[in-house]
């Protein structure tokens, strides 16, 4: 009986392929979006917890200095006092080719080094013997392709388990190497601790313990990963429209199959379980190819998402996709729950049918209607619990629901709001085609309504995030002219060098700006404090966004500190506040700068008080101001000196190019997750017209009947959908505007530490209204074909039939 | 009540059976104490005005719908109280049902929906299947879909479907009322000679006097009572 039943039930879908294909289709789409997504989030945590949790051990509790270091005294306190605690000396490591992350630990103590020892290569000289040996520094084998020069390097120890950039060794080596002897940046409090040992807190009140998810970089990149979620989640979403509208419609057009198999006595609970046997096998096969789809676009996005993070976050990320299980299931779990979720209701309603009489044509539109009610009460709940959230709360997440409550409320109101406006336009009807036209208009809006809000979201995100990005663009440009304000920046290979170009340049006049900075520890992060020579150059172009009187003059006298927007939101600190630079080390705000594309903390003082407050502030970068026109003549002639062999020279307008070029990249993402959710609402348009497409046989026969051609008709479907998509449209552009503004103003503050400016394109509205149109004239366009070229005696049939 | 026994050869029993529609507020009786009894092999015609309640007692009678008072025993199942899955298995295996709008799988052949009910019911005769299929005059018409089908055909599909999995009783609402009067007669005669062969009786609900002749015994209902 089963095969029989189930055989009876997968026969509709053979006899109806392109209905087949549109499910599996729109299912492919919503899973491969997300799955997409997912593992671009997964290699990039994955690659995370190479970086943080090997190294750092941040899995466990660490001990951080409030600012400063841990002087080697306090370790050794309070290991006596029963502590058990691991020190960690952490640094950059200058090489020829940048630097390197250089990273001191206990080889005995620290809680994760042995695993790694353990998990590497067996090929490589990693030993016990190995281990015990101080002298050693372990490096990732491509790390080591990197450095050119190996002289001056301890001996080496190849493993794949030591993140790239990273050196590790033990301890006592690693602080010669830094010349930072009895220094540590942070101790990690080992999970297993004897009982009755006296707070940390009271013990040593100038450190404070960090959770491993209270690192900084997490933070920032998480935001970055809940952005790219919920955009992922957008587009399963706006996919499970298009599985809702397909389910529902397999399930209506086969409610006299299920009549008549009950009828020839298939039980209801087993009808049941068949159609979810059915749905699931769709939503697996569906699912698979959803995977292979999410595969492809993640490794054809996730070098574009690596910059981004290391453009960002300067968070290292792989550039290669590996296979998990984790993610495999998943993509198929949530493909099977998106299936379950968007059939739901049409189960039930199989559940509830009745054996004998079908609800009339009429009792149906009644429960559309009272459906479009309840549909909109719902929306403005959801609008009003997000703003409620945001008021109530702050932060990422309550602007994220804030988002979302707007988002679907919106889209929920969409039906009742669209049919509100047919019916104003059905009063004004004069000609009784125009009548028909609106009235059916309306009696179709239950078929596409959810096409519709799918449309909806794709747009309304498209303008949100696409304003957020030209706005952010148009603010980087303006921001870079005024902080690349040197005609030619150069970069020598050591001091002695740079000290003969110096005087060389200022033989020839041209003012020389050193660029020369130092990190400091800082709440648990690296404070980088810029020492800049007084300069007009500053004083009329460095992008202030906040600045009090005579702000220059008092940096320059060495009284004062100018600090970046990222440090003055995050620490709330902001002009006439103090700053604690290091414990001994205090300055008044005076300025707060913007600092774009760039996730640390920055300071400003002027350059004699970092050199007396810090050691080890190389001096190999300046910025040269000249004439435009010299800037050319200038490298030529820096090249050809022989002395200035080794010299790196980049020009304004080249970097200005190359750091747009990142910029860009950074939204590559953004634009294609964008251009795709927009096609996935494209095509939920075209499967609901197809669905609609038999329904609406028996409302268009009559009017045929009555003398219009069926060209005619065929042009006024293809209308309808024009109007019905630009209607959408019009709604989209304030919520797309709403959205712009909670990216640029609450989810950019928390996810980049700045605020920027809304700026407003109408062009790009009017090209995506295009699109828009576009995709649905092309959605409409299938079914009005098929409309005009129609045999008559199909719609004969209607008449044959009543139904 | 009165005690009735099953005598050995009696398939259907209907006693007392009551049945109200309500609705709108108002509850109408549609079938009052119809009682009636029907051999295994024997044919009965049940006529009567739109509206007397012939298509409700069919229903009764399949197991599709619920009585308020009286019972219905097909083949010694009562029918009272029975759950879901009897119900069903009832259908499936003891009772067969031609409908006046043929009620065909438009997604399966001719082929395939003929052998659909028997199939489901776990009873597939291939013999039987193929004679009844020929004597339909479908053989030719096995690879078409309903929508490739005259009425007529669509209608001789249905019987062949109901009559595939040899039920005991076979229940058949006006079944060719769809059709036009020559097709009508010759698919009727059809009919009653397969349903002769197979051995199954015969409830079936027709306006046409003439065919009510051509069975064993007629009843009339009458504003839900049997006259
Ligand atoms: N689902 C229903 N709800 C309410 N009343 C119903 C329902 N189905 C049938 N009726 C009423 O019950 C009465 C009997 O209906 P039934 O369909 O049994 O008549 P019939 O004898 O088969 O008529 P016809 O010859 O026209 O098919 C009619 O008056 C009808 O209006
Ligand atoms: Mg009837």
């Given at each position: ?37 997912q593992?671009?989030?997964?290699e990039?945590k ?6 943080t ?16 270091f841990?002087?080697l ?14 020190p ?27 695993n ?8 490589s ?36 388990q030591?993140?790239?950039d ?17 220094q ?6 080992l ?8 707070p ?7 450190l404070?313990?960090?959770s ?10 998480d ?16 996919g ?22 009950r009828?020839?006595g ?29 595969y ?45 979720i ?12 009745p ?13 559309a209607?009272?459906?479009q ?9 959801l ?22 409550g ?22 004004n ?14 009696a ?19 303008i ?19 902080r ?9 290979k050591d001091e002695?060098?740079?000290q ?14 050193p ?6 520890p ?9 020492g ?6 500053y ?7 906040q ?11 060495g ?14 600190l ?9 414990p ?10 913007s ?9 400003i ?19 040269l ?28 307008n ?7 070029a ?12 964008n ?17 609609l ?6 409302q ?43 990216l ?15 700026y ?23 079914p ?20 | ?38 051999q295994?092999?024997?044919?009965i ?22 009585y308020?008072?009286?019972e ?5 199942t009562?029918?009272?109280?029975l ?11 003891t009772?067969s ?63 062949g ?7 005991k ?6 079944p ?24 199954a009786?015969?409830?079936?609900v ?16 009458s ?5």
């Open positions: 009986m089963k095969r029989a039943a189930l055989g009876a039930l997968l026969s509709h879908w053979w006899r109806h392929p392109l209905q087949l294909i549109t499910l599996l289709t729109g299912l492919a789409l919503a899973t491969g979006l997300w799955s997409a997504v593992a671009i989030n997964g990039a994955a690659s995370y917890n190479l970086a949790s090997e190294i750092g051990a941040r899995q466990n509790e660490t001990l951080v200095p409030k600012t400063g841990i002087p005294s306090r370790y050794v306190e309070l290991r006596r006092s029963g502590w058990r605690l691991s960690v000396l952490e640094g950059r490591w200058p090489q020829n080719t940048g630097s390197l992350r250089l990273i001191g630990v206990d080889l005995l103590s620290h809680p994760t080094f042995s790694m020892v353990e998990n590497s290569d067996s090929e000289s990693f030993s016990l013997d190995a281990l015990s040996s101080q002298e050693q520094l372990f490096l990732n084998p491509k790390t080591l392709e990197q450095l050119t020069v190996h002289v001056d390097l301890p001996p080496i120890v190849q493993s794949d030591i993140p790239i990273v050196a590790l060794g033990d301890i006592s080596l690693v602080e010669r190497l830094l010349q930072r002897p009895g540590i940046t942070r101790m990690i409090i999970p297993e601790q004897p009982l009755g040992l006296h940390l807190e009271d013990l040593a009140p100038e404070q313990r960090q491993y998810d209270a690192g900084q970089m997490s933070r920032l990149t935001s970055f990963h809940l952005n790219l979620t919920a955009f992922g989640l957008l587009s399963f979403a706006v499970l429209f298009i599985v809702h509208g397909s389910v529902s419609l397999g399930i209506e057009q086969r409610r006299g199959l299920f009549r008549t198999l009828a020839m298939v039980p209801l609970h087993l009808l049941t379980v068949l159609l979810l046997c059915e749905l699931l096998l769709i939503a697996i096969v569906a699912g698979s190819a959803g995977l292979v789809l999410g492809l676009i993640a490794a054809a996005l996730l070098p574009d998402v690596s910059a981004t993070l290391s453009g960002l976050y300067g968070a290292t990320v792989e550039g290669s996709l590996n296979l998990r299980p984790g993610w495999l299931i998943s993509g198929i779990a949530m493909a099977v729950v998106g299936t379950l968007a059939s739901t209701q049409a189960i039930t309603n199989i559940y509830k049918m054996l004998l009489a079908t609800p009339g044509l009429q009792a149906r539109a009644q429960a209607s009272s459906q009610y309840g549909m909109a009460v719902l929306g403005l709940a609008m009003a619990f997000g703003t409620a959230s945001m008021l109530v709360f702050d932060g990422l997440i309550a602007g994220f629901a804030l988002l979302a707007m988002m679907l409320g919106t889209a929920l109101m969409l039906p009742l709001l669209l049919s509100w406006v047919l019916t104003l336009g059905l009063r009807a004069r000609s009784a085609l125009g009548e028909w036209i609106w009235a059916d208009m309306r179709q809006l239950p078929g596409i309504s959810l096409a519709l809000m799918a449309l909806l979201l794709a747009l309304a995100t498209n949100g995030v696409g304003t957020m990005v030209s706005s952010f663009r148009l603010t980087f440009l303006g921001w870079m002219d005024q690349l304000s040197a005609e030619l920046y150069v970069t020598a002695d060098q740079a003969k170009l110096v005087l060389w340049l200022t033989r020839r006049d041209i003012t020389v700006l660029i020369r900075w130092s990190e400091v800082f709440h648990g992060t690296k404070l980088r404090i810029y800049v020579q007084d300069d007009p150059t004083r009329e172009k460095w992008p202030m966004l600045v009090q009187n005579g702000a220059w003059d008092r940096v320059s006298n009284t004062a500190v100018m600090i970046n927007e990222q440090l003055a939101r995050r620490r709330n902001w002009p006439g506040d103090d700053l604690n630079l290091t001994s080390w205090k300055m008044t705000v005076v300025g707060v700068y600092d774009y594309g760039n996730p640390h903390e920055q300071a003082v002027t350059l004699p008080v970092l050199l007396r407050h810090a050691d080890n502030v190389p001096n190999l970068r300046f910025g101001r000249l004439p435009p026109s010299g800037v050319q003549n200038l490298i030529k002639e820096i090249q050809q000196e022989s002395d200035f062999e080794g010299i790196t020279m980049v020009d304004q080249d970097l200005k190019a190359r750091s747009l990142v910029f860009d990249r950074t939204f590559v993402v953004t634009g294609a997750l251009l795709l959710t927009l096609g996935v609402a494209g095509f939920a348009i075209l499967t609901s017209l197809l669905t497409w038999n329904m609406r046989l028996p268009l026969a009559p009017i045929w009947a009555l003398g219009i051609t069926r060209r005619q008709l065929a042009w006024l479907e293809l209308w309808r959908s024009l109007a019905l998509a630009a209607l959408t449209a019009l709604l989209a552009l304030p919520l797309g505007l709403l959205l712009a503004w909670l640029l103003s609450v989810i950019n503050v928390e996810a980049f530490g700045w605020k920027l400016p809304m407003i394109f109408p062009l790009d509205w009017l090209r995506l209204l295009v699109m828009a149109l576009v995709a649905a004239a092309i959605a409409a366009a299938i009005a074909r098929k409309l005009a070229l129609i045999k008559p005696s199909e719609l004969l049939k209607v008449f044959a039939h009543e139904r | 009540m009165a005690d009735w026994e099953m005598t050995d050869n009696t398939l259907l029993q209907i006693r007392n059976v009551s049945k109200c529609y309500s609705g709108l507020g108002e509850s109408r009786a549609v079938l009052r104490d119809v009682s009636l009894d029907l295994a092999g024997k044919s015609a049940l006529t009567g005005e739109s509206g007397s309640g012939k298509s409700t007692l069919l229903h009764l009678v399949g197991a599709l719908d619920y308020d008072s009286g219905i025993k097909i083949a010694g009562n029918l009272t109280n759950n879901d899955s009897a119900r069903s298995e009832l259908r499936r295996n009772v049902l031609v409908f006046q709008q043929f009620n065909l799988v438009p997604s399966l052949n001719v082929a395939q929906n003929i052998s659909l009910h028997a199939r489901l019911a776990n009873r597939v005769d291939q013999t039987w299947i193929t004679s009844l299929t020929s004597r339909l005059g479908l053989t030719e018409l096995s690879d078409r879909y309903p929508e490739q089908l005259s009425g007529g055909q669509q209608q001789r599909v249905a019987i479907r109901a009559l595939a999995v040899r039920p009783l076979l229940l058949a609402d006006e060719t009322g769809n059709l036009d009067e020559v097709t009508s007669t010759a698919v009727m005669d059809l009919m009653l000679n397969l349903v002769h062969e197979s051995g009786a015969l409830f079936l027709t306006h046409s006097v003439q065919v009510a002749n051509q069975l064993d015994r007629r009843v009339h209902l504003a839900g009572k049997i006259a």
